[in-house]
């Protein structure tokens, strides 16, 4: 399955999910690393991996829709059949998201549907949680609202911090997300009517 990753910065679950497809048994390729920030740190690390990399500066398009049209053609461009968002901080327009309905998915560092959005671990501690963790679901037009593919859990433990909660809940998302991806690239995790179905253990 080609698969494009889509990062804004350090890109760390990028490089995990780069290191997993590296296995010949793994169902996705990763085809293209693509960040809406020239700089980010993750578009370096894809080009040594001698991956295709494609920055496209949301800063030189006028409005969103203007973005996420030169963003699906660079996607179709490149052949690609399934969307990874890692870290990706931008807003997708609706008519972007349907085009990509079922074959987009996101990471989000809560256990949803608690604390969508950002600041996600200060939101776990200002509710007094004792569990958090991340999720990987389906994009939907609304922000961190799509079926759930997978998730992980991690305790919060007293004197946690923003960071140290961030820190225990990134070495989940590295475990799970290349995990996630495998399900649905191999089609035992798939969207349906809204739904996803999870292929029964053979
Ligand atoms: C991760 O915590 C991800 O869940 C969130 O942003 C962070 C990105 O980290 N959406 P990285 O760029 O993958 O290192």
Known sequence: TRTAVLISGRGSNMTVLVEAAKAADYPAE???VLSNRPEAAGLAYAAGQRIP???LDHRAYPDRGSFD???DGALREAGIELVVLAGFMRILTPGFVEAWAGRMINIHPSLLPLFRGTHTHEQALAAGVRVHGCSVHYVVPELDAGPIVAQ???PVLPGDDADALAARVLVQEHRLYPAALAMIASGRARLEGGRVILA???
Do not use: F
């Open 200 to 202: 029964e253990a053979a």
């Open 53 to 55: 990399t494609l920055a």
């Open 69 to 71: 049209a030169a963003l």
């Open 30 to 32: 990763i085809a293209l």
């Open 152 to 154: 992980a859990a991690v």
